[in-house]
């Protein structure tokens, strides 16, 4: 069965165009993606990201267990409110899912796990907490906040006027949000203010409980901030080159080849799952940009000839800040910076030149 956010009812009144997004009943825009595209890096918009689940990790022993459950290091989270960028692996060292922990105070954090594998997280660490628990007792529990009267909406409001316009909306936030550094949060009475997101811009992930939701929606778009759906979500995260669960990489993938081994901590003498898969096998593929250089559009899966070898795309789509074809590839090691590829479309072979993974960032290019 179709899974449906709180804000369902108000998409539609919107006249939102809906589709299926693994399991979900979402926008996948409002009128014009293009429109919506261009709202949020000139302006700000409004993302539903309610499909995400939240989960509650407390305990004495929660901070033992994430040390163990996910590749990178919480013992870097020293400060209340800060989030950290993460990989969960599985034992062949590929990603079950990424994901973002954020540290709330001791013995308690929050993890936002993706839509469509939250069902596959949390019985992934229910088992890795059972396996444990044979060895020693665990004091942690695990609640996800996706349903009944703890259930939790998260809305996004993205762009270089973001902040502005959720202050005029939650003035009560403003003291404690406003000298947020990037990837830290604050709870101010019912809402969870975080300075994450997925779109290379300013603003804030705004996590509150579900039936309070629909008011923050109104208030927020009568004050002028513009819904945005999936399609422009997709095409602002990859010109920001960040990645997506399920086409950048999975299960089969090791993060080492999808551009995440700085979200990986081998260094600290920790044990962690996956680790020993990551050290036996080292890195095989490099995870690049790609901007094409003739007429045409990158799509996931086209093959990449270079002189090292063959590649392939991962993510691809014409950029509406760039008005160029962007995609992300993984690449054969050897490839470098400034290089230019051969993409097979359409039996047709295109010039792309490789750049950095990061194509716009705050409404620039960087490509």
Known sequence: ??????????????????????????????????????????????????????????????????LRLIANNVDKLTLPGKALYSAM????????????????????????????????DLAWMAARLADWQREAPYAVAIMPRRSGENALAIIAVQGPNARARVWQVLPETRAASEALKPFFSVTVGDYFVATTGYTGEDGFEITLPASHAEKLWQALFAAGVRPIGLGARDTLRLEAGMNLYGQDMDETVSPLDAGLAWTIDLVAQRDFVGKAALLARPQQKQFLGLVLLDKGVLRAHQKVATAQGAGEITSGTYSPTLQQSIALARLPLGVAIGDTVTVEIRDKLLSARVVKPCFVRHGKSLA
């Open 1 to 66: 069965m179709t899974q449906k956010t709180v804000l369902n009812d108000a998409h539609r009144r919107l006249g939102a165009k809906m589709v299926d997004f693994g399991g979900w009943d979402m926008p996948l825009h409002y009128g014009s993606q293009i429109e919506e595209h261009h709202a949020v890096r000139r302006d700000c918009g409004m993302f539903d990201v309610s499909h995400m689940c939240a989960v509650d990790v407390s305990g004495p022993d929660a901070k033992a267990f994430l």
């Open 89 to 120: 692996l599985n034992e062949a060292g590929g990603v079950v899912d990424d994901l973002i922990v954020y540290y709330v105070c001791d013995g308690q954090y929050r993890i936002v796990i993706n839509a469509g594998t939250a069902e596959k």
